[in-house]
């Protein structure tokens, strides 16, 4: 990318710590704010996860915290009618006397439901509403419910009550369901012709055999997270699941697992949409979706390449100074890689190694916050590392915000298959990135705005903001002190101008999955056993890598505009604040809330 020019930091300034969510000061129309609300609990029937991961599945909604979502093709076509319905609600609304945050929010739902349905309208594939999970493939090795069911279960359903432990077994008891719904789709689009990647299918049948194994096993972890949590309640918790395990869950999985090993049998090694029938419409529909932009696959790809060069210019006299001389930059940085001073200790040690940096480093950009944003949240997360059967199919980490009322906390995941996939110059950014002030610190901001808001998500302002919070940890003096981890940070943000130049390449321009690798590794110095999991990640979730940078190049222009027309009455504080106020956006309507912050404080 273009160097990023870095503001000068305001000096500290008090900051406060809300506990409830801050008052507009012009009251949304009631109306508008009923409407609003309405959509947000139609939307929430469909995917009750979401209702329980935000902690709003009480009282009248109780029964939410009984339900799976359907996955099934006619639970599909449900949520796309809901979707007609309600935007077409929204579409009659006249905006132009609401105050800014409601016009915010009624664009928001617009964009979110015009791009999913467009989605619904391909003949194939897994559409998120509001989300960044798009992929043609409804079952591979990061998609599919043998992966979030489980996950689910364990990490964001509670159980505090007898009534909760009843809800689990109800979820439990409909994973079949879900499974059986799922595979109904897989063979549809088989049947179009859709097959995966030979080496997508490999991972995913490794991944849910290990599955099925678990479940095998006195119904592995699904029953051992409830027996866990239930020690004071009376009833017959192990029993009960281990029957619908045995009796439904294990059935349903092997059912998934014989068609996955039936299109193993039909499968090629191709990776990319453009060899895959549709393929070219879906990735058109993806790389849209995941930008919020029209800019074209060709022009993602050379923007990559032009921002990739530039930040390689930065890193080059670093490297210099450290006595990394000799070889392109990627070269370098797989030498530095080699440092056995960076790597944490193998085996279980190294992962407690691991786990205390992570927690040591969130304590300390918490405490940085008070200096780049005027209102505080707690910025609550718990580090966890990702259960070992999703491990081998999953990046290096991700992470977001809990509940809406804080009960259930963030979480950064960290992948801990091995130790070898971090090194301790490059494992702060991923904190600043997963953690604060990127996924859980933004999506707090995002949990005081009304229901819908905190249901619906854009990958290019999600993604984008985290690698900006990246940046806010260097300009707050994270590596004042360290030029190996400047090395590390500035690695990850050209790790993102790769994945323009690689996700394009794989799916318009006929790259092998070889090419793909190797274009990280040389070009940037990325370990082997890092980008291989990327690049099949890739192929499964098309499109979605682009977002990173083109989110994170769209929040800097935004600043530079500010910063320009505001001159002496600019202040990190108060733009960082218009960012995370106005919630996670399209990228045209983050301009529209800037250009609202700017006139503000012209006025001011």
């Not at 160097?3 to 000068?8: E, L, Q, R």
């Not at 895959?276 to 058109?284: I, K, L, N, Q, T």
């Not at 966890?384 to 009322?405: C, F, Q, V």
């Not at 910063?563 to 960082?576: C, H, I, M, S």
Request: proline residues 5%; contains cysteine; neutral net charge.
């Amino acid at each position: 990318m273009l160097a990023v020019g870095t503001a000068s930091l305001a000096l500290p300034g008090c900051a406060r710590t809300l506990t409830s969510p801050p008052v507009s000061t012009q009251a949304a129309a009631p109306g508008a704010a009923t409407l609003l609300d309405q959509i947000a609990w139609r939307l929430l029937r469909h995917v009750p996860e979401s209702a329980t991961g935000l902690g709003v599945d009480v009282g009248e909604h109780a029964g939410l915290r009984y339900r799976l979502e359907d996955r099934s093709a006619e639970g599909r076509t449900q949520l796309a009618q809901t979707l007609r319905e309600d935007l077409a609600r929204i579409e009659r609304v006249d905006a132009a006397s609401l105050d800014a945050s409601t016009q915010t929010s009624l664009a928001v739902v617009r964009s979110a439901y015009r791009t999913a349905l467009d989605g619904f309208a391909q003949p194939y594939g897994d559409v998120a509403v509001g989300g960044w999970r798009n992929a043609p493939y409804v079952v591979i090795q990061n998609v599919g419910a043998y992966l979030d069911t489980p996950r689910f279960l364990d990490a964001d359903h509670p159980i505090r009550t007898r009534e909760d432990a009843d809800a689990y077994l109800s979820r439990l008891g409909q994973m079949d369901d879900q499974l059986d719904g799922e595979l109904e789709r897989m063979r549809s689009a088989a049947a179009m012709g859709l097959i995966p990647p030979d080496f997508l299918l490999d991972r995913a049948i490794t991944q849910m055999t290990g599955t099925i194994a678990d479940a095998r096993d006195g119904g592995g972890g699904l029953v051992r997270s409830l027996v866990d949590r239930t020690g004071s309640f009376p009833g017959n918790w192990q029993t009960d699941a281990k029957s619908i395990v045995a009796g439904q869950t294990v059935p349903a999985l092997e059912r998934q697992l014989t068609e996955l090993k039936r299109q193993r049998a039909l499968a090629t090694s191709d990776p990319g949409l453009r060899e895959r029938p549709g393929g070219s419409e879906f990735y058109a529909w993806a790389l849209r979706t995941s930008t919020t932009t029209h800019v074209p696959p060709e022009e993602v790809h050379t923007r990559g390449l032009d921002q990739l060069a530039a930040l390689h210019a930065r890193m080059d006299p670093i490297l210099r100074s450290l006595g990394y001389t000799r070889g392109t930059v990627g070269a370098r940085m797989t030498a530095l890689g080699k440092d056995r001073r960076f790597m944490f200790a193998e085996g279980d040690p190294g992962r407690a190694e691991i786990l205390a940096f992570i927690r040591k480093r969130i304590d300390w950009i918490r405490a940085q916050m008070p200096r780049a944003f005027r209102e505080l949240v707690p910025g609550n997360v718990e580090v966890r590392r990702l259960p070992p059967a999703e491990e081998p199919g999953a990046p290096t980490a991700y992470g977001g915000a809990g509940s809406k009322d804080g009960t259930v906390p963030g979480k950064m995941w960290i992948n801990l298959r091995s130790t070898d996939l971090h090194r301790k110059y490059d494992l702060p950014t991923l904190v600043h990135h997963e953690a604060i002030p990127g996924h859980v610190w933004q999506g707090e901001y995002a949990n005081r705005l009304p229901l819908i808001r905190s249901i619906l998500a854009f990958n290019a302002y999600s993604e984008g903001w985290a690698l900006y919070g990246e940046q806010l940890a260097d300009e707050l003096g994270a590596y004042d002190d360290d030029p190996v981890g400047r090395l590390g940070y500035l690695q990850s943000i050209a790790f993102r101008a790769c994945r323009m130049v690689v996700d394009t390449g794989l799916h318009t321009k006929g790259w092998t999955r070889e090419q793909a690798i190797r274009f990280f590794m040389e070009k940037n110095g990325n370990k082997r056993e890092e980008v291989v999991n990327e690049v099949d990640r890739y192929c499964s979730w098309p499109g979605q890598a682009c977002g990173y940078k083109m989110g994170h190049n769209e929040i800097n222009r935004q600043r530079d505009r500010a910063q320009a027309v505001l001159g002496t009455a600019y202040d990190l504080r108060d733009f960082d604040q218009a960012v995370v106020d106005g919630g996670n956006v399209p990228l045209d309507v983050l301009a529209d809330n800037v250009s609202r912050y700017i006139a503000n404080a012209r006025r001011a």
